[in-house]
Each structure stands twice: as structure tokens, then as C-alpha cells.
């Protein structure tokens, strides 16, 4: 299987700051790579797909980067709707996999 | 837009047999793929397995032993049966469309182990 790390795993900022979540895969991946937001309680949500390809609705502030086996997720200017848990996840091969997860909170 | 949604027991006892169905509305289930995630109570993210409408699967060498995973075009719907729960496998349970990028998911369903 291919394993994702995410990091960090936790990260505090404030509103209207610029962040970005790393995902490395341990092999390449081709940009087979999708970005999950996930609110408690709710199921994940697709933000963007093929690596940097936003998903239909997805506020544009939202990007996502990289190549090979290193990948990020950009968000230009948190808005209080975007403290949530981030995953990536690769579709190269099967098994699909994801990373441990992202929590982005509040400072 | 094609809306997903699980259904079945919430509780299972050690042992028995898990059984969850995934209704999908607002579009058909052909010609698409359908896999099951699950989610840990605390935890992260595994895909479990996939189908697609003719009946092609795919499962997660870590769970194939124990999964099976059907479609019934006829009623809109695919199942999941995991065989021989453990309290390992208490988690929610998402039925998603796609095997590469998911969406759209559904809400999920929590099914607990317990005897």
C-alpha cells in the first residue's frame, strides 16, 4: 500500500491567515492526489482532485500544488468556515489510501 | 444531484455478520463505481472496497477475507457485508461514489461492536 503522511498534524491560525498542509506519498504518484475537508460530525468533503483541480463549489481560495511524491494544500485566507479536519488521498493504486489528517483550529 | 444514503443496524455482536445498504438517489447507479469507507470513532479515513455497476469489486487486501460488496441496479442501491466483526470494526460507515476522487458522500452511519 501506498502510505500518505500529512503534515502537520495540528495547526493553529487566525483568520485571514495564509496556510498550507504538506502530504508526501511513499512513492509517486502522478498527481492521483484528493483533498478532503471534514467537519465533526460530518462526512468528508471533496475540495479539489488531480491534485489542483478545484472541485465544483470549492471557494477559490482553496489550491492545491506539487508533483512526484510531495503534494500541498493552500488556503490564501482562512475564513472561520475552514477550521476543520484536511486529508489527502491517493488514487494511483489500489488500495486507495489517505493520510492520518490535518486539524486545523482556531488560534 | 445523485444524493447517497446508508441504511442498517446500528449494533452487531462480536462475531456476527455487519450488513449496511446504500441507497442512491437523484441519478442512476449504472454506469458508475461505488466503493465503502470507514471511519474510526477518533480516527482516520479507510477505504474498505469498490464495485462497479456490473458487478466488477475491488477490496482492500487488509479486509478481503472477511468483505463482500454487491449492486442491485434495480433498486438504485449497493451493500456491504463484512463477515466475523471484531470491536476493530466499530466505526462510521460512508457509502461514496467513485474509486479515485470521492463524491458525493453520504452522511454515514455509526455500527458498533458490542456485544
Known amino acids: 500500500d501506498i502510505q500518505m503522511t500529512q503534515s502537520p498534524s495540528s495547526l493553529s491560525a487566525s483568520v485571514g491567515d495564509r496556510v498550507t498542509i504538506t502530504c508526501r506519498a511513499s512513492q509517486g504518484i502522478t498527481n492521483s492526489l484528493a483533498w478532503y475537508q471534514q467537519k465533526p460530525g460530518k462526512a468528508p468533503n471533496l475540495l479539489l482532485y488531480a491534485a489542483a483541480k478545484l472541485e465544483s463549489g470549492v471557494p477559490p481560495r482553496f489550491s492545491g500544488s506539487g508533483s512526484g511524491t510531495d503534494y500541498t494544500l493552500t488556503i490564501s485566507s482562512l475564513q472561520p468556515e475552514d477550521f476543520a479536519t484536511y486529508y489527502c488521498?491517493?488514487?494511483?493504486?489500489?488500495?486507495?489510501?489517505f493520510g492520518q489528517g490535518t486539524k486545523l483550529e482556531i488560534k | 444531484q445523485v444524493q447517497l444514503q446508508e441504511s442498517g443496524p446500528g449494533l452487531v455482536k462480536p462475531s456476527e455478520t455487519l450488513s449496511l445498504t446504500c441507497s442512491v438517489s437523484g441519478g442512476s447507479i449504472s454506469p458508475d463505481y461505488w466503493s465503502w469507507i470507514r471511519q474510526p470513532p477518533g480516527k482516520g479515513l479507510e477505504w474498505i472496497g469498490s464495485?462497479?455497476?456490473?458487478?466488477?469489486?475491488n477490496y482492500n487486501p487488509s479486509l478481503k477475507s472477511r468483505v463482500t460488496i454487491s449492486v442491485d441496479t434495480s433498486k438504485n442501491q449497493f451493500s456491504l457485508k463484512l463477515r466475523s466483526v471484531t470491536t476493530t470494526d466499530t466505526a462510521v460507515y460512508y457509502c461514496?461514489?467513485?474509486?479515485?476522487?470521492?463524491?458525493?458522500w453520504g452522511q454515514g452511519i455509526l455500527v458498533t461492536v458490542s456485544s
Open positions: 464495485i462497479y455497476y456490473s458487478g466488477i469489486t
Open positions: 488521498q491517493q488514487y494511483f493504486n489500489i488500495p486507495p489510501t
Open positions: 461514496v461514489r467513485g474509486t479515485g476522487a470521492f463524491d458525493p
